[in-house]
């Protein structure tokens, strides 16, 4: 989880449990402990907002941790895990290092001292030789001298199916070959605004619509999706995409409690105006934008601009040449990993924009 290093103390691996979840209801959440398949129920309040994040999490199968305390309704705590792939890793002296594929540019650490060392190792080593995903325990994100970010490795928890590259996926159209026809500002303004008032609310109610607040990972699941209802409104949108190949994208923003996001890319939707293609990105800015505007955010010496056809899902290089996704259907079991991932933070540091990241 990313977690605000100034705010929040170091969390030790084996004071804390890791379950699945089985039963939710309005008062109690019961959980098997992945470790002892011990059965625990957990009480809070139903104003916590808790009953429906953890009912995704049963839909999801994503394992949660549970953060010591005594066990009562207002101290117990939980964190959710992540789902990764292990691009590299090495081992060293005082324990292992490495770093996961993905868009968020993370490395990764495990000291020899956790007392699930040989079973993580066993597991990460797993992850990249048969690209293997798995729902990992992580905390401490840290910013290194060379602008990575890096989390500690907790646990390693249960395997995710994991939708592999299908030749089928294939036969996307070339960029210059797509026919679009463009917007005139007033419909493009009023496009940019459906889109916005569906952000994910941080605090309450339905676990629904995108998470742009949630910065730290998903922008190709964000723009996955706004490319679907920019469709159904019968206008073609196009995708812009900027990548460091020297290393990782460093965005300073007020919605992620360590004020910056750490990406190896970025991605949003762009649509065509009689101006040129226009960038959709409510999670860099609060209007419709140029794309050499967008680009700005992000560009240094090496970074380079991309275009793609809006059917392209991901890029991963090491993967495969792109990956797309016809059905939404990982776009949208990312998306709900993401709201999860929204909500708790805003329990655990309040919800985005965050003060300190404003002064």
């Known amino acids: 989880m990313a977690v605000n290093t100034n705010n929040k103390e170091r969390l030790s691996p084996n004071e804390l449990s890791y379950g699945l979840v089985e039963n939710v209801s309005p008062s109690h959440v019961q959980i098997k402990d992945l470790v002892t398949n011990e059965k625990q129920i957990i009480e809070y309040m139903p104003e916590d907002n808790l009953e429906e994040i953890f009912t995704e999490m049963l839909g999801l199968g994503m394992p949660v941790i549970v953060v010591p305390g005594e066990k009562t309704k207002s101290t117990t705590r939980f964190l959710g895990s992540l789902p990764f792939v292990v691009a590299d890793f090495k081992n060293k002296d005082l324990g292992l290092i490495g770093t996961f594929k993905g868009a968020d540019a993370t490395e990764f650490f495990v000291t020899k001292t956790n007392p699930f060392f040989k079973t993580i190792v066993k597991k990460v080593r797993k992850s990249k030789k048969e690209e293997t995903e798995y729902w990992f325990a992580i905390s401490d ?5 060379n602008g990575n970010r890096q989390y500690e490795i907790l646990n390693v928890l249960t395997q995710r199916e994991q939708i592999k590259c299908d030749a089928n996926f ?27 008032r569906l952000s994910t609310n941080p605090s309450s109610g339905p ?52 004020c910056r996001v ?69 776009t949208e079991e990312r998306l709900r990993i993401y709201r999860i991932k929204l909500r708790l933070d805003s329990i655990l540091f309040g919800p985005p924009p965050y003060r300190h990241c404003l002064i």
């Not at 994100?141 to 001298?145: D, E, G, P, Q, W």
């Not at 190709?220 to 994208?249: A, N, S, T, Y």
């Open 141 to 145: 994100v840290r910013l290194k001298s």
């Open 207 to 258: 676990l629904q619509g995108i998470p742009f607040l949630y910065v730290a990972n998903g922008c190709e699941d964000r723009c996955h999706e706004m490319c679907r209802i920019i469709l159904q409104r019968r206008i073609h949108p196009i995708k812009v995409w900027v990548f460091e190949p020297m290393g990782p994208i460093i965005y300073d923003t007020p919605n992620d409690p360590d």
């Open 262 to 330: 750490i990406w190896a890319y970025h991605t949003a939707p762009a649509v065509a105006t009689i101006h040129g293609y226009r960038v959709i990105d409510p999670s860099t800015d609060d209007e419709p934008v140029s794309v050499a505007q967008w680009y700005s955010k992000f560009r240094t010496s090496t970074t380079q601009l991309h275009y793609s056809s809006h059917h392209v899902y991901k890029m991963l290089a090491s993967l495969c040449p792109f990956l797309a996704d016809p059905k939404y259907e990982m």
């Open 170 to 196: 294939f036969g996307v159209p070339e960029f210059d070959e797509l026919a679009v026809e463009p917007v005139n500002e007033r419909t493009l303004r009023r496009l940019f605004l459906q889109i916005q």
